[in-house]
């Protein structure tokens, strides 16, 4: 089944084109990140699914069915941070959101507990750090015990340490049956938590898929040695490789997937005279895909090819 498919999703604000005819599928049980820079167009996105802005054109559809309220009721959503009130303990703050979403009473202490705050559920919210806020905030999307989640970038503003607890809170979840539908623009991120990805940019969807899919059609090798022009000249001599380059200290080999034998890599290079003191394997990162999909280079993170 699929929670969610989008076809032909436009909007525009005036003159201003904020999606440009996305289609995409989230299938059930996925992290799926809808990734992108800023202004790319996911919380307009993320709007128009849950029914808090309306399309311009295209359709989309929730549990395979033409949305209603019902199939909303399903999907928990942290779409903006949530007005808790300061000077009120999560229960009390949980028991306020209940009454307003008009669901998931009973479940305080259950969702307190999965996001780890029972320790704490008697305190202040103004006594809380800002990953507490947010775990705080996603509990809240839990009341209900909704089989789908949507978040709009629920790491946003947190230290490396409130990045990490929401990461695996995600990962707890997921595997806790739930389907997981998340805006990001750390790439970082969605690499690390996601299953699947959608990459906005401009309000046009560049690509689509699992992330093993998207990540890695290629293994890169790294190998270095003492001269590394002799080392490209030589290397462009190995069969194999669809690319041979030069990038920062090393001359990078791009193999497709599995095909890499460093061995036998190793064993022509000193066959040609030459001793490599370096030689990895590295996989494809999102942020380099994302780069190269992107067209966007900075830092150097798009090599030059030379064969
Ligand atoms: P961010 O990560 O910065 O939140 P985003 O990827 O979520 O960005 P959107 O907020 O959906 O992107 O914005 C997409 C485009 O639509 C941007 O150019 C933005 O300026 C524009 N936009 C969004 N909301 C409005 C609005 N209410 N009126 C006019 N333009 C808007």
Not at 8 to 37: D, E, M, R, T
Not at 114 to 143: C, E, H, N
Request: aromatic letters at 6%.
């Amino acid at each position: 089944m699929s929670i969610l498919t989008v076809e032909g999703l436009h909007k525009n604000y005036g003159p201003i084109q904020a999606l440009k005819g996305i289609s995409f599928s989230v299938p059930k049980g996925a992290v799926f990140g809808i990734l992108g820079p800023n202004g790319s167009g996911k919380t307009t996105l993320l709007g128009i699914i849950m029914d808090v802005l309306k399309a311009s054109a295209g359709t989309y559809k929730l549990f395979d069915e033409i949305p209603a309220a019902h199939h909303r009721r399903q999907i928990g959503t942290l779409l903006e941070t949530p007005n808790f009130y300061h000077y009120l303990n999560a229960v009390e703050n949980l028991s306020i959101a209940a009454a307003i979403k008009g669901r998931g009473e009973n479940d305080i202490d259950q969702v307190l507990h999965t996001v780890s705050l029972d320790q704490r559920k008697l305190s202040r919210f103004s006594t809380y750090s800002l990953g507490m806020k947010q775990r705080l905030a996603i509990a809240s999307s839990l009341l209900g015990d909704p089989d789908v989640l949507v978040f709009d970038e629920p790491t946003n503003g947190l230290d490396p340490v409130g990045i990490v607890e929401i990461r695996e809170l995600i990962k707890k979840l997921n595997k806790a049956g739930k389907t997981i539908i998340m805006a990001s623009h750390l790439l970082d991120e969605v690499e690390k938590v996601c299953t699947h990805v959608a990459i906005l940019q401009k309000g046009t969807l560049i690509t689509h898929g699992h992330v093993d899919e998207i990540l890695v059609h290629e293994d890169i090798v790294e190998a270095g040695a003492e001269d590394p022009a002799r080392l490209l000249a030589v290397l462009q001599e190995y069969n194999g490789p669809t690319k041979v380059y030069s990038h920062e200290q090393y001359v990078e080999l791009l193999f497709p997937k599995g095909v890499a034998n460093l061995a036998s890599l190793n064993r022509f290079c000193f066959e040609k005279g030459i001793t490599l003191n370096h030689l990895r394997v590295r996989k494809k990162s999102l942020e380099a895909k994302f780069f190269e999909l992107t067209n966007a280079s900075t830092n150097n993170r798009t090599p030059q090819p030379i064969k």
